[in-house]
């Protein structure tokens, strides 16, 4: 049976101790735009990588084993602006077996980041 839903979206939304300066550090650092910030002081936002929206909200950061994967198109222009913005990267640009190139970094708050281009782009 076709489903009649024609568009969907999935936002992970992250527990962070001040929403602002997340969305702040995404946008200075790794060139992500500000969606939204929401209270005063801000208790939610999102930010965005064209299509690619993460939300946060203010609470503990709920670290662990899993991690947020950028697909994106210009892994070099990511890296060296991560490099250049002083983002620690945890995983240097190395070939996957599974056909991708990625680097992996951890935000101001702990998450894990992990950037993926699919060789041969």
């Known amino acids: 049976m076709p489903s009649s839903i024609r568009r969907a979206a999935v936002y992970p939304t992250l527990a962070v101790h001040d929403v602002s300066e997340t969305c702040n550090w995404y946008v200075e650092r790794l060139g992500f735009e500000i969606r939204f910030v929401f209270g005063e002081p801000p208790t939610h936002g999102a930010i965005l990588l064209h299509d690619a929206c993460v939300h946060f909200w203010k609470g503990e950061p709920q670290l662990g084993e899993n991690w947020l994967y950028f697909d994106i198109d210009n892994l070099a222009v990511m890296y060296q602006r991560a490099v250049s913005?002083?983002?620690?990267?945890?995983?240097?640009?190395?070939?996957?077996?599974?056909?991708m190139r990625e680097f992996n970094a951890v935000d101001l708050n702990g998450y894990k980041l992990r950037f993926g281009q699919h060789l041969g782009l």
Not at 92 to 98: A, I
């Open 85 to 99: 913005s002083d983002v620690t990267i945890t995983l240097e640009p190395t070939d996957q077996p599974w056909g």
